[in-house]
């Protein structure tokens, strides 16, 4: 079953507790003379119904994660000499975080660099010699042509020339070779200091000095929170109507009540073939720092309005134990004709007056209201107590109560919920309500 049901069902149970809790005291005195007449009047909380469209939107659970966000590791093995950085600091590209051991790095780059040199003195004695052979076979070749010299010597000598230059080039070989053991000796030596890939800040500290780590130590955790991306999975559903570019709505318990908003940025145009899911991404600046790198966020995605519609709070759809069908009990205006309806008789209970179960139609559906048909804008429709009338009573006593008010019982949780029901038996009892 889904979580939200759940959790929505709770709630509306909780606030029935409540409305029976509230109402009790008000209702005692005439309730007794009516249970001695045989009957029982409950009393109930009505909204007056309006006309409008919902939003339409998507609501998605979002993981929170800095730009850049990365996880740093060493390049070698070696203990840690020296954390300059602690987790929380400001830092930028290239600046150094720990300092490793070093020792043996500079060892080996001191044996690298003679191993070069040794092939840099090859190199030349290769050079001088095949200068001194091509010298040699320079002057043989001028007095062959003068019959001086017989062609086997001249002969011999280009095949010695021939040799020194293959020579010179091994050497140089030898020289290139021993130069890149060098710069890969200066890469270790530096890899000993591990500096910061981005400009942003230090998380996650994960080592301590003297630790040995290897390439697969995870040392920090860095990132730029000054502005953050949020990830949201799509399913290839919500593809059909979900864009980059619309409003989303971010929200958390972790900054209280106040909602964020900007537009989703990009969508990847991947499914994954087993989940038939993509990734969406929303980039947004962080410079109050609600978000946290980590955190789980609630993601309204906007994505249209609905058709106009009666509109009414959720927690007044009911489902008739008696037949199973979903529809709001609603209050008639003719036992109440006599009474202003006004705002300053919001807070009275009158009546009594007829009460009907209507069946209905949901069209669009948000998180607080929905849009139905099958009754009429300005009927008085029942958001607290029926289970009180779904025994079969056809009457109620009733009060009004404004829109804000019950989209703030809605919003609560149930643990304030069970404390307003606490220190309302504790008035009812004289006491003081338990911590």
Do not use: H
Not at 61 to 79: C, L
Not at 233 to 244: D, F, Q, V
Not at 410 to 431: F, H, P, V, Y
């Amino acid at each position: 079953m889904p979580y939200n049901y759940i959790v929505k069902n709770i709630t509306l149970i909780l606030l029935l507790s409540f409305s029976v809790v509230v109402f009790s005291c008000s209702s005692d005195d005439s309730s007794e003379n009516e249970r001695g007449r045989g009957g029982y009047t409950p009393t109930v909380e009505v909204i007056e119904t309006v006309i409008g469209s919902l939003p339409l939107e998507e609501r998605l659970t979002g993981v929170v994660r800095a730009r850049n966000q990365s996880d740093v590791f060493p390049e070698i093995s070696s203990p840690i000499r020296e954390i300059l950085v602690s987790s929380g600091e400001q830092v930028t590209e290239g600046q150094p975080l720990i300092k490793l051991r070093d020792n043996e790095a500079r060892e080996r780059l001191i044996q690298a660099e003679a191993g070069l040199r040794i092939s840099d003195a090859q190199v030349r004695q290769a050079e001088a010699n095949v200068q001194r052979l091509e010298a040699r076979l320079n002057r043989i070749e001028t007095l062959s042509v003068r019959n001086l010299e017989s062609e086997l010597e001249v002969e011999q000598l280009r095949a010695e020339v021939e040799s020194a230059r293959a020579g010179l080039e091994l050497a140089e070989a030898q020289r290139s070779q021993a130069a890149s053991v060098v710069e890969e000796r200066k890469n270790e030596l530096n890899n000993t200091v591990i500096k910061s890939p981005i400009d942003g800040f230090v998380g996650a500290r994960a080592v301590e000095v003297g630790q040995l780590v290897t390439p697969n130590t995870r040392l920090f955790e860095v990132g730029d929170t000054r502005r953050m991306s949020i990830r949201i999975s799509l399913t290839e559903r919500m593809l059909s109507y979900i864009a980059p570019g619309q409003t989303v709505n971010i929200s958390s318990n972790a900054f209280g009540g106040e909602v964020i908003q900007t537009e989703l940025t990009r969508i990847s145009p991947f499914l994954n073939p087993v989940t038939n899911s993509t990734e969406a991404e929303i980039e947004l600046d962080n410079p109050d720092g609600l978000l946290r790198a980590g955190m789980f966020v609630t993601v309204d995605v906007l994505y249209g309005e609905s058709d106009q519609a009666v509109l009414i709070p959720n927690n007044s759809l009911f489902t008739n134990p008696n037949d199973g069908r979903r529809g709001v009990y609603v209050a008639s205006r003719s036992g109440l004709s006599e009474i202003d309806l006004g705002e300053e008789t919001r807070s009275s209970i009158i009546g009594p007056t007829g009460v009907d179960f209507v069946p209905v139609t949901i069209v669009a559906q948000g998180r607080e209201v929905s849009g139905i048909t099958g009754i009429e804008a300005g009927d008085l429709v029942v958001t607290i107590g029926q289970n009180l009338l779904a025994s079969g009573r056809e009457e109620a006593r009733v009060r009004v109560i404004t829109w804000d008010r019950i989209l703030e019982l809605q919003q609560l949780q149930s643990r304030d919920l069970l404390d307003m029901i606490r220190e309302k038996l504790a008035e009812q009892n004289g006491n003081t309500p338990d911590a």
